[in-house]
Every structure is written in C-alpha cells, then in structure tokens.
C-alpha cells in the first residue's frame, strides 16, 4: 500500500536554528513530490514539485531534496514567520494528490 | 491576481440542514477539487472535475455532492450535515491532470450545531 510518513510531527526552532523535515514515502509509480505549507486556518500553499531523485529546488530559506525513498525540507536560519505546517503530499497516478499528515513548525524569536 | 477564491470562509449550518460552499477561479484551470480537512488531519479528496466530467472517489460518503456550472464555479453540496461533517472544506484547481500542481483556495471552515 502506497504510504507517505512524515516525521517529527512537530518541531520547536530557535530563530536561526537551521534544521530539516523528512518525509519518507512507499509509493509505487511516483510522479510528483510536493510540498505545501499551511498557515492556521487557511489552504495549502504551494512551495515545490521534485520528480526525480537526485532533485532539489530552492525558495528563500527553503530547500526541497528528493532521494529514492524520502524526501527532506531544509529550513535555513528559520524567522518566525517561517512557523507554520508542512505538508508533503505524492502523486501515484493521474490526478490524485495524497498528503501526509505534516509537520508543524514553530520558531521562537 | 489570479487565484482561487472560497465563500464564504465560515458557514455554521444545524445538523441536517443542507449547506452549499463555494468556489470560483480566475486560473482559467480545466481541474477542480474538492478536499475535507478535519482538524490536525491532512486534507483528503473527496471528487474532482476535469472541464464537466465529474469523478468521485470511492470512498467519499454519498451525503457530498457537486456541480460545476461553467469553467469558473464549483459547488460542494452537503445534503445531511452530520456533526461529523464539520471540517475545513478547501477547494484546488491545476490546469491539467498529469504532473499538475495543485492551487488551493483559503478554505471553508464548516461549524454543524
């Protein structure tokens, strides 16, 4: 069964505390890593979309990677409006985007 | 700005009182999705249309309907509403199916008394 795991489920940053999310997948036939961030109360927003291992994209203090088995979000000197959830979510066919259940960031001042 | 716009943001509807949300786009997108959010939960599909064919998941309770008149517009109906039900509703559209990302709007936070 096609699973996605994302770990830790939440994570306390000091401001300027670099560190990483992971999210590990199981999913046959992969087109498409992404990830979101999600503010309380509020959609998804868009960050990135890797397709093949080997890949990474980058967006400001944000920086996606992808390997064959997981994938890692790495924030850099985090600021406290980088607090929010993140979300990797896997495409396994045509259509169907399936999210993990995220990780929620928090960086303190 | 072009974007994916949801009214209204809050809707507290009783319990078993149909309820329709809404959603429209200026992305000119051939795709539109519809997701429920429960709280702390990732969000999960529950039907799409590409341009006018409509496509449920298997899974999504027969309680949620949804109609899209034209390109722009789309309509999550919820027939019964359980308390169950209460969630937040998010509305995505991409231009296309394969390898498309996906762009949501604000969201619909649904409240069932």
């Known amino acids: 069964e096609d699973q996605v795991t994302q770990s830790p489920e939440a994570l306390r940053l000091q401001e300027g505390e670099s560190s990483s999310l992971n999210c590990s997948y199981t999913v046959s036939g992969l087109r498409g890593l992404f990830w979101y961030r999600q503010d309380p109360g509020k959609g998804p927003e868009f960050l990135f979309t890797l397709y093949s291992a080997g890949e990474e994209k980058e967006k400001e203090r944000l920086k996606a990677t992808l390997t064959k088995k997981e994938s890692f979000l790495h924030i850099t000197a985090p600021k406290p409006e980088d607090s929010a959830t993140y979300l990797c979510a896997w495409r396994s066919n045509d259509y169907k985007l399936s999210f993990g259940a995220g990780t929620t960031v928090t960086v303190r001042a | 700005d072009a974007m994916v716009i949801q009214n209204p943001r809050y809707q507290v509807t009783q319990f078993g009182k149909p309820v329709t949300l809404s959603c429209s786009q200026t992305?000119?997108?051939?795709?539109m999705y519809w997701y429920q959010q429960k709280s702390s939960q990732a969000p999960k599909l529950l039907f799409h249309?590409?341009?006018?064919?409509?496509?449920n998941e298997a899974d999504t309770p027969d309680n949620f309907q949804s109609r899209r008149p034209n390109t722009s517009f789309c309509f999550l109906d919820i027939r019964s509403p359980g308390l169950g039900d209460a969630a937040m509703y998010l509305c995505?559209?991409?231009?296309?199916?394969?390898?498309?990302?996906?762009?949501f709007g604000p969201g619909t936070r649904l409240l069932v008394l």
């Open positions: 992305l000119n997108h051939n795709v």
């Open positions: 249309y590409y341009d006018k064919d409509f496509n």
């Open positions: 995505a559209t991409s231009l296309g199916l394969a390898q498309e990302t996906q762009y």
